[in-house]
């Protein structure tokens, strides 16, 4: 009767935890009792609940575990990616499927690529009217809106960089959290396993605590004799038995580049995996190569502009001034000068002419024309393919993303198989566990009227 009530509680605990997430299917392995030897021959006993065994499928969560990390990875990939989207402010063509094929275009007239346009459209106006005070109020309006963008888009992909740095510590937390909670569960597990049997829900708990740990970065783990399980992540040992050997933290390689080592030893790391990782190469690769790229074009437009307008005479016949002041996207700005009056604007060849508009088309004819320092591209050129790297790595990172999901959805289903609670299967279990109950008392009340008309014969 004991053995059948044991294997209807754990149908129940089965049962109720039906919708928790981690939990592994139990079961109760009843055994036959040790044979009576009797005058004719061995004679059973019944039958003990011999333990309660966990229903797991290892190879399935070290598959999940793995595959945790490489989904954490393309996971922060992705965020950082979409961030630099929002920076940039331009449609990204493909950015959201699985094309490669991937531009700048004019959907976002607040953009860079609107904002060029526009300023060598401004410059043809000027050479069509060179003594246009609209046209050239108009010019100055397009220039400053230009370098504003120019400012805006550094300031979020400056503001980009510190807050995936900030997303790093937070995920640096979570793993040391992690990693403490893991250490303390290997306690529990060996002490509640010391005497005998499997401390199933504490196994499930560290399960849960590894495939989180996981998705932030790629990790080693081993099982000890005593049940415990060690982690390593980068070649480390962090968590040894019971003891959290070491914890991880950042450092700063150069230039606010944050990377990850360990806390007590200092041992910088080589991570293969996770969101962390994820992150940390979105931030040096493509969002480094794309804040690159925006300071390049912006410094280039600066030179190359100056260098035509400071030859040019203006309507008052001074000459040499700047038109774009700074050396990069962070602080180009418009000759504030040339901004409080409009006919300093350099445009003539001739300081007698003021009609003349052969510096102004020399200004408009520059927006069609190839920079060396662009890789032989012109303005917009550079900067649509600029935007279609950022798109084509947003792109990959969409795809890979999904596709890991699907992976991940089939480990999932098929660990569930295994180690999923089946309702209508633990619902047969438990009426089989039930009637075989009622069977043994019913056993028992024979027995016991049996030894009742015994007892009463003998008297």
């Not at 060598?120 to 106006?125: C, G, K, L, T, V």
Request: net charge negative.
């Amino acid at each position: 009767m004991q053995a059948q009530m044991t294997g209807v509680e754990v149908a129940g605990q089965n049962l109720a935890n039906v919708n928790t997430t981690g939990y592994s299917r139990q079961r109760v392995d009843i055994q036959t009792s040790p044979d009576v030897t009797t005058g004719i021959g061995p004679e059973g006993t019944g039958a003990n609940a011999a333990s309660i065994q966990q229903i797991v499928n290892t190879l399935l969560n070290t598959q999940v575990q793995s595959q945790q990390s490489t989904s954490g990875y393309w996971n922060g990939q992705q965020s950082a990616l979409q961030s630099a989207q929002n920076a940039l402010d331009e449609f990204l063509n493909g950015s959201a499927s699985t094309s490669s094929t991937t531009s700048a275009t004019s959907d976002s007239s607040t953009g860079l690529a609107s904002q060029l346009s526009g300023l060598f459209s401004a410059f043809s106006a000027v050479a069509t009217s060179p003594t246009s005070t609209t046209a050239r109020q108009a010019l100055i309006g397009q220039a400053q809106t230009l370098a504003t963008t120019f400012n805006n888009v550094s300031t979020q992909l400056g503001n980009l960089k510190t807050s995936l740095n900030s997303s790093l510590n937070d995920n640096l937390n979570s793993a040391n959290k992690l990693l403490s909670g893991i250490a303390t569960l290997n306690q529990q597990i060996s002490a509640a396993e010391f005497s005998g049997g499997t401390a199933n829900d504490l196994r499930d708990a560290r399960e849960q605590d590894l495939e989180n740990l996981s998705q932030l970065t790629n990790i080693t783990t081993s099982t000890e004799t005593n049940g415990s399980v060690d982690v390593s992540i980068g070649g480390q040992a962090l968590v040894t038995g019971y003891k959290v050997a070491d914890t991880l933290q950042t450092y700063d390689a150069g230039g606010g580049q944050m990377l990850v080592q360990t806390a007590t030893g200092g041992q910088a790391l080589t991570l293969t995996g996770g969101s962390m990782q994820g992150t940390i190469d979105a931030r040096d690769g493509t969002l480094a190569t794309l804040q690159k790229n925006v300071n390049t074009l912006a410094g280039t437009l600066i030179s190359q502009v100056n260098g035509i307008h400071n030859g040019g005479y203006s309507l008052t016949g001074s000459t040499g001034a700047n038109f774009f002041n700074g050396t990069d996207a962070a602080t180009i700005t418009v000759n504030a000068a040339l901004a409080g009056n409009p006919n300093l604007i350099q445009t003539s060849g001739s300081a007698t002419a003021s009609g003349d508009n052969t510096v102004a088309l020399q200004l408009a004819k520059l927006g069609s024309a190839t920079q060396n320092a662009l890789g032989n591209q012109t303005f917009n050129d550079n900067y649509d393919a600029t935007v279609a790297a950022l798109g084509d790595s947003l792109s990959t990172a969409n795809t890979q993303v999904a596709n890991q999901t699907a992976v991940t959805q089939m480990l999932s289903t098929q660990r569930s198989s295994v180690s999923g609670v089946n309702v209508d299967e633990e619902m047969t279990n438990l009426m089989a566990f039930q009637r075989a109950y009622e069977a043994s008392a019913k056993l028992v009340s024979t027995v016991d009227t049996l030894m009742g008309d015994t007892l009463a014969m003998k008297t």
